[in-house]
């Protein structure tokens, strides 16, 4: 049974950083990569960053630079480390694992099998 709990969220000032965290347990060899997400009031579900199995990683452009997503394999922990927060990076934050090859390319929500409860970050 796959389950993730994040941490992490709370409030900062603009120009803060935070440290979010994700607890991953029951992963088992269909994992592809594992994703963090953000959804802020009345918007879409948006992808934020993700890592593939293998290591490689990917930012999205309305974060590139300031934050950036790992992983603590032997404690099965995903970060984001997000830095400069802006008010627009308002949101509750989730972790989500996917299982197939068009979860890593296409970043989409749909793609992803597993979530978090969420966590809020407020800037």
């Known amino acids: 049974h796959v389950q993730l709990v994040e941490s992490g969220g709370g409030s900062v000032q603009a120009g803060g950083s935070l440290r979010l965290s994700c607890a991953i347990s029951g992963l088992t060899d269909i994992t592809n990569c594992v994703a963090w997400f953000r959804q802020a009031p009345g918007k879409e579900r948006e992808g934020v960053a993700v890592?593939?199995?293998?290591?490689?990683?990917r930012v999205e452009d309305s974060v590139r630079g300031r934050f950036t997503i790992s992983s603590d394999n032997a404690k099965n922990i995903l970060y984001l480390q997000m830095g400069n927060l802006q008010p627009e990076d308002t949101a509750l934050y989730y972790c989500a694992l996917g299982s197939s090859t068009s979860a890593w390319t296409t970043l989409s929500a749909s793609a992803f099998v597993y979530w978090g409860q969420g966590t809020q970050v407020t800037v």
């Open positions: 890592l593939e199995r293998y290591g490689a990683t």
